[in-house]
């Protein structure tokens, strides 16, 4: 993780709040803590619609009154609020990390709360891979749902007496970039500063786009390095999911190969990408805000691009 320096002046801090990159690898496994003097609380509140929706708040353990807040937006895609990551140790194991235990650790010391919630339909679970998603309830997490869910947990903090509430930053990634903008201006009282990661400056129609196309094959691209060639043989294939058994659920070669001449390419993958792809822009075109991604064909990859 990139270390990143976020200047909170609306915080009144000492020196700039660094969410930087911990020495500490934290495994679900251990449920090892944030590397900071930390007390953790796990919120359940419902959404405008009823659904129950939960979060986590992570506290300074040594704090002696009310202390800001930071409210993490997630990026795209089903999210907890652990967001659990797998990472390659010094020994070459694979391992399971929580990313936001970075974010809420290096705050903490600095004397400010971190609070993530995670979407509609998402559950951190306490075995491996450490979410639940009720896949029903995900797909209707459209943009405005999920500001609407936002909104909610933004309330849900602002109650807590372990808060100031005239001190909190949102703290966006991705997606939440544009979401984070529009709950401040929605709710406003006692926001203090706005800070976007990885900003989504393209419009929502051409991140679409790349998402449902060029996206998802960059993503084997990484996962499975032979097919920096533009191509994914059978043979290739085969060996591929001997170390990641997963990839056969998440992309089934036959089912991709839809010319069946034994190879998988990027064109077969956009191909059979591609009915999700037209009903989603269609409403965009629409401007159908609320359109339940469940009504599309679903994808074959479900794989973050």
Known sequence: MRSCAVFVTALSLAAPVVLAQSTDRPSPEAKTAPAAATTEVVLTFPGADGTPLEAKLTLPADRSGPVPAVLYLHGAGPRTFDTPFRYVDADGQRQWGRFLDHHAGELAKRGIAFFRMSKRGCHATDAAPWVRIDRDVFSKATMTVLLDDYQKALAALRQRPEINPRQIVLLGASEGTRQGPMLALRSPAGIVGAVMMGYAADNARDTIVWQNSVGPWRTIQ????????????????????????????????????????????????????????????????????DFPLGQAAQPLLRLSA
């Open 222 to 289: 990484i996962l499975i390095p032979a097919t920096m060639d533009g191509a994914l043989t059978r043979a290739e294939y085969d060996e591929a999911i001997k170390d990641r058994p997963g990839l056969a659920a998440a992309l089934p070669f036959d089912a991709i190969d839809i010319d069946k001449d034994g190879t998988m390419t990027a064109k077969d993958l956009q191909t059979v990408n591609q009915p999700r792809l037209d009903a989603i822009l269609k409403a965009v075109q629409d401007h159908d805000d």
